[in-house]
């Protein structure tokens, strides 16, 4: 049998954690994991926030983020312990042999250089190529992972490419000096499905291709069956089970593993509109400052107390911008907003502070949301100040109640956002908007970042809310699970327009346009296989081979 490429023994991670009014203690997040991975396999580590995948990962690369420590176990990779190893060879190892494709490209690119630069950076460092074959390698990526213009989208920024074409780029990133292991950690979680679906047959073509090993972590089952050979589920830093990939999906062996394949269980009857609408889009026209490019057109919606609207569609289809002019960030050029009976002045410092507290923004990317330098406290506490006054112990215990809303509890109030997983960082966000005691909130991807249990918690706790308190909720979302569960109306909006309106019944139903059915087809299925038959299919459409 092949030796495996990596080999962890005895894995234990922790950290020392500085709980209110007590002394510091040592707390272990990884206990004792045992795992091998072979040459050009690919391993699915899967689990709830804060099971320990992304630190798992890491450890592969002999890094403990944020303050954690590997405090045993080995790791061996190419047969040397690479947690003995002197740093000096870590850093030759790290971008060579073993690379990282992290959740949030937009976080992880500088945007103050090309992306080339960035791509070929490593490479170059690590001496396997030159500066031209680095960049000759860069555009054979760019071309496989199927990029636009793949000889000139190097020489763009960050920001002037999508979501998806800046999460390829990373993969280009990563497969560029040709390492032996790739980590991949939830490299699909913030793309709309139609996207997801191309990165995901572009990782799965580059890993098979190139014969890379690979770390496939995600709370996505789905996505995980199209691209995974095995599969590790992790709970709270131990292994609950492994198998084959077509064992965890088809076969679980335990209750934790057959409540993830079973998740998604919220339920939600459709609510037919009685009252005068909390907010009214009328023919909302925009454009960004020196641009003579409309980015949305014509857009009327409406949405009603008590009610949540989802707006679906792909990557640069206008919803975030809808948001932002909602919001006042992006004055329109032409229509008029109504929020609660009232114009909505369409700049956001003419609004008022009643304005400003009664609609709240969720926002996509949890890690650039929030101030690194404050504790969660402090950020949850901040609206408490501004728009009721609070302080001392009564503000204390408004942001404990918050946080045991949001299922955190206590011990997270002094914590920093580096401390805390993707998921527990997108629910502390949510608990900021919540302290506001908004009538409206503007969910951007709120439960990209979450594993299907938490996000199931997560979306029951704002329908909870949303009926306790008659609260509207905008869903910005490309997960169509989400918008079945959670939406009373939909808006499919594309390059800008909304192609689809109206109650979820007749919104699903067909007949479909020819965007609306590639969206809904585009949702992953949890069975092999499944990528490869919708590609299939695709091919066939369009008259290829």
Same mark, same amino acid.
């Given at each position: 049998?092949?030796?495996?490429?990596?080999?962890?023994?005895?894995?234990?991670?922790?950290?020392?954690?500085?709980?209110?009014?007590?002394?510091?203690?040592?707390?272990?997040?990884?206990?004792?994991?045992?795992?091998?991975?072979?040459?050009?396999?690919?391993?699915?580590?899967?689990?709830?926030?804060?099971?320990?995948?992304?630190?798992?990962?890491?450890?592969?690369?002999?890094?403990?983020?944020?303050?954690?420590?590997?405090?045993?176990?080995?790791? =061996?990779?190419?047969?040397?312990?690479?947690?003995?190893?002197?740093?000096?060879?870590?850093?030759?190892?790290?971008?060579?042999?073993?690379?990282?494709?992290? @959740?949030?490209?937009?976080?992880?690119?500088?945007?103050?250089?090309?992306?080339?630069?960035?791509?070929?950076?490593?490479?170059?460092?690590?001496?396997?190529?030159?500066?031209?074959?680095?960049?000759?390698?860069?555009?054979?990526?760019?071309?496989?992972?199927?990029?636009?213009?793949?000889?000139?989208?190097?020489?763009?920024?960050?920001?002037?490419?999508?979501?998806?074409?800046?999460?390829?780029?990373?993969?280009?990133?990563?497969?560029?000096? @040709?390492?032996?292991?790739?980590?991949?950690?939830?490299?699909?979680?913030?793309?709309?499905?139609?996207?997801?679906?191309?990165?995901?047959?572009?990782?799965?073509?580059?890993?098979?291709?190139?014969?890379?090993?690979?770390?496939?972590? =995600?709370?996505?089952?789905?996505?995980?069956?199209?691209?995974?050979?095995?599969?590790?589920?992790?709970?709270?830093?131990?292994?609950?089970?492994?198998?084959?990939?077509?064992?965890?999906?088809?076969?679980?062996?335990?209750?934790?593993?057959?409540?993830?394949?079973?998740?998604?269980?919220?339920?939600?009857?459709?609510?037919?509109?009685?009252?005068?609408?909390?907010?009214?889009?009328? $023919?909302?026209?925009?454009?960004?400052?020196?641009?003579?490019? *409309?980015?949305?057109?014509?857009?009327?919606?409406?949405?009603?107390?008590?009610?949540?609207?989802?707006?679906?569609?792909?990557?640069?289809?206008?919803?975030?911008?809808?948001?932002?002019?909602?919001?006042?960030?992006?004055?329109?050029?032409?229509?008029?907003?109504?929020?609660?009976?009232?114009?909505?002045?369409?700049?956001?410092?003419?609004?008022?502070?009643?304005?400003?507290?009664?609609?709240?923004?969720?926002?996509?990317?949890?890690?650039?949301?929030?101030?690194?330098? @404050?504790?969660?406290?402090?950020?949850?506490?901040?609206?408490?100040?501004?728009?009721?006054?609070?302080?001392?112990?009564?503000?204390?215990?408004?942001?404990?109640?918050?946080?045991?809303?949001?299922?955190?509890?206590?011990?997270?109030?002094?914590?920093?956002?580096?401390?805390?997983?993707?998921?527990?960082?997108?629910?502390?966000?949510?608990?900021?908007?919540?302290?506001?005691?908004?009538?409206?909130?503007?969910? *951007?991807?709120?439960?990209?970042?979450? $594993?299907?249990?938490?996000? /199931?918690?997560?979306?029951?706790?704002?329908?909870?809310?949303?009926?306790?308190?008659?609260?509207?909720?905008?869903?910005?979302?490309?997960?169509?699970?989400?918008?079945?569960?959670?939406?009373?109306?939909?808006?499919?909006?594309?390059?800008?327009?909304?192609?689809?309106?109206?109650?979820?019944?007749?919104?699903?139903?067909?007949?479909?346009?020819?965007?609306?059915?590639?969206?809904?087809?585009?949702?992953?299925?949890?069975?092999?296989?499944?990528?490869? /038959?919708?590609? *299939?299919?695709?091919?066939?459409?369009?008259?290829?081979?």
């Amino acid at each position: 049998m092949t030796e495996p490429l990596l080999k962890v023994r005895g894995l234990r991670i922790g950290a020392t954690i500085h709980p209110p009014g007590e002394k510091s203690r040592h707390i272990d997040i990884v206990h004792g994991v045992d795992f091998d991975l072979a040459p050009g396999r690919v391993l699915g580590l899967i689990g709830e926030s804060g099971a320990g995948k992304s630190t798992i990962g890491l450890a592969a690369m002999a890094y403990g983020r944020g303050g954690v420590r590997i405090t045993g176990g080995t790791v =061996t990779l190419n047969g040397r312990d690479i947690l003995s190893t002197p740093f000096r060879d870590v850093r030759r190892l790290r971008g060579g042999e073993v690379t990282y494709v992290s @959740q949030s490209a937009a976080a992880s690119f500088n945007p103050a250089k090309q992306i080339m630069e960035q791509v070929t950076e490593a490479a170059i460092f690590q001496g396997k190529f030159t500066r031209k074959e680095a960049e000759d390698r860069a555009i054979a990526l760019f071309r496989k992972l199927g990029l636009p213009g793949p000889d000139t989208i190097g020489s763009r920024y960050p920001h002037q490419v999508s979501g998806g074409q800046l999460q390829r780029c990373m993969t280009a990133l990563a497969l560029c000096p @040709q390492p032996d292991l790739v980590v991949f950690d939830e490299p699909t979680t913030a793309l709309d499905v139609t996207t997801q679906i191309d990165v995901l047959a572009a990782i799965k073509e580059a890993i098979r291709d190139t014969g890379v090993a690979a770390l496939y972590i =995600t709370h996505d089952l789905a996505v995980v069956a199209q691209v995974a050979d095995d599969i590790m589920v992790l709970q709270q830093g131990r292994m609950v089970e492994m198998g084959t990939t077509d064992q965890i999906i088809n076969a679980p062996k335990e209750d934790y593993t057959r409540a993830l394949v079973s998740v998604r269980s919220i339920t939600h009857d459709e609510k037919t509109p009685t009252q005068t609408p909390v907010l009214s889009v009328t $023919d909302i026209t925009a454009r960004y400052s020196g641009t003579d490019f *409309d980015v949305l057109k014509d857009i009327t919606v409406d949405l009603h107390p008590g009610q949540t609207l989802a707006v679906v569609g792909e990557s640069g289809s206008g919803k975030s911008t809808l948001a932002r002019v909602i919001t006042g960030l992006l004055p329109p050029s032409a229509g008029q907003i109504t929020f609660a009976g009232r114009p909505l002045s369409p700049d956001l410092a003419a609004r008022s502070k009643t304005d400003l507290r009664e609609l709240q923004m969720i926002y996509q990317i949890a890690d650039t949301a929030m101030n690194p330098r @404050q504790t969660v406290g402090t950020i949850i506490g901040r609206p408490l100040e501004f728009y009721f006054g609070l302080r001392g112990a009564e503000k204390q215990r408004r942001i404990q109640e918050l946080l045991d809303a949001i299922e955190l509890g206590k011990g997270f109030q002094d914590r920093y956002p580096a401390e805390l997983s993707g998921g527990q960082k997108q629910r502390v966000c949510i608990a900021r908007a919540l302290a506001a005691e908004p009538r409206l909130i503007i969910c *951007d991807e709120v439960t990209s970042a979450l $594993d299907p249990l938490v996000a /199931d918690g997560i979306l029951k706790l704002l329908l909870s809310l949303q009926k306790s308190e008659d609260m509207a909720y905008l869903f910005i979302t490309h997960d169509l699970a989400t918008v079945r569960a959670i939406a009373d109306s939909i808006a499919v909006m594309y390059q800008g327009r909304v192609l689809r309106y109206g109650p979820k019944s007749q919104a699903l139903s067909p007949p479909f346009d020819d965007y609306t059915d590639l969206l809904l087809s585009s949702v992953p299925e949890m069975r092999l296989g499944w990528l490869e /038959d919708v590609l *299939d299919s695709r091919k066939m459409e369009s008259g290829g081979n």
